[in-house]
Each structure stands twice: as structure tokens, then as C-alpha cells.
């Protein structure tokens, strides 16, 4: 299926601990992009990736870092986790001026 | 700044018309855009508006004015399963949402 999926689903960890969220996409997109979604529901992006240029929203952690192994995939990873990161984590893919494609969403909960 | 504004609940009936606002002022526009959002799902994409006017998709119309920085979202003929978060989202050099907009259909 042609999508952009996103690994796990769930993940519950404890404060302090270091993890990643693996996203993929196999829409030939040139962009890829990760969300944060709050329990507000407000959706408030946290980067933008084009294999050219990285784009960081100055709000974000440096905690958070995302890596891109190549065009099709862009991980993020966390380190030092705090309660306040608990959140649905969203990645999503572009190509150009389009809409974009969201993930199934990573529903991140820490104790 | 950045400010998409859109009212956070509404309410309406099965087989009804509602109509969804979205006011925005952003530092640059490269098109606006409606996505639906049900509890625990992902957003999926449902308009697109570079150009002022109506665009219309089956049950679903949006609008966009430029010069006002306005924008709606009409759905007709309302189903309970159009229960869901609407979203409104404007492109700049990123795509940027709204907080959304909960819509309640009841029978």
C-alpha cells in the first residue's frame, strides 16, 4: 500500500529515557515532516525535512532531533524524556506545494 | 505572527447544512486547506483553495477570500460519521493548522 506509515503505534516510557519514532513514506515525496499533537488537539509542526534543508521550529527541544537515512524516511528521536512530551507524534510527506499526507500517528506517553 | 483562527465546537443535525469559518493572517500563502480529523485517527485531506472562490467536492465545498483571509467549510446533506475535527490549515513555508473545529452530528 502506498502510504506513509509510522512505528509503534504506542509507546510508554518512563522520564529520562531516550527513544525514536521510525517513519517511512513510499509516495515519492520530496518532504517529510513531524508533527506534535497535544491534548488540545492542536497540531504544531516541529520540522520540515527536504533532503536539502533542515527546518526547526525555535519552540522544539534540542531533546528532539530528527534523522533521515534517505528521502523515503525521517526518524525522530528523544532524548531525556519529560512528562510534558506525552503527545500524539505525527509524521507526514509532501512533494512540492501539495497537501500532505499524515501517518497513523505515534501516541507517546511518558511516566 | 501566525494566527488561524476557527471556532472550536459546533453542533448540528443529521441531513443538515453547516458551515465551518476559518479566518487567518500568516506571513506568506501558498494555499489553504480543510482536513477531517476523527478521535484517534490520522488528519485526512479533504480541500484545497489557492484561488478565490467556491471549490466543490461532492458534499464538501470550501471558499476562500484572500483579501479577507477567510475561508469556510460547507458540508452538505450531514451524516452521523461527518462527527469529526475539522481542520482549517494554511500553507506557508510549512503547512500550519488551526486548532480545529468539533463537529457534532446528532440525529
Known amino acids: 500500500d502506498t502510504a506513509v506509515s509510522q512505528t509503534p503505534k504506542y509507546l510508554v516510557t518512563q522520564m529520562g529515557n531516550d527513544k525514536s519514532i521510525k517513519c517511512e513514506q513510499n509516495?515519492?515525496?520530496?518532504?517529510m515532516y513531524w508533527y506534535k499533537q497535544d491534548s488540545k488537539k492542536f497540531l504544531k509542526i516541529m520540522f520540515s525535512?527536504?533532503?536539502?534543508?533542515?527546518?526547526i521550529n525555535e519552540t522544539v527541544p534540542n531533546r528532539f532531533s530528527p534523522k533521515s537515512p534517505d528521502k523515503a524516511h525521517l526518524n525522530l528521536h528523544i532524548n531525556s524524556l519529560e512528562l510534558g512530551d506525552s503527545a500524539v507524534y505525527f509524521c507526514a510527506s509532501s512533494l512540492g506545494s501539495t497537501g500532505y499526507t499524515f501517518g497513523s500517528g505515534t501516541r507517546l506517553t511518558v511516566v | 505572527g501566525q494566527n488561524i483562527d476557527q471556532p472550536t465546537e459546533m453542533t448540528a443535525t443529521e441531513g443538515a447544512i453547516v458551515q465551518i469559518n476559518c479566518t487567518y493572517q500568516t506571513s506568506g500563502f501558498n494555499g489553504l486547506f480543510w482536513y477531517q480529523q476523527h478521535a484517534g485517527e490520522a488528519p485526512t485531506f479533504l480541500s484545497y483553495n489557492v484561488l478565490d472562490g467556491l471549490e466543490e467536492k461532492g458534499r464538501f465545498s470550501s471558499f476562500l477570500s484572500r483579501s479577507k483571509g477567510y475561508s469556510y467549510l460547507l458540508l452538505k446533506e450531514l451524516q452521523m460519521k461527518d462527527s469529526a475535527s475539522y481542520l482549517c490549515a494554511v500553507l506557508d513555508n510549512d503547512m500550519r493548522f488551526g486548532a480545529g473545529t468539533r463537529l457534532t452530528v446528532k440525529p
Open positions: 509516495l515519492g515525496h520530496d518532504t
Open positions: 525535512y527536504n533532503n536539502k534543508e533542515l527546518i
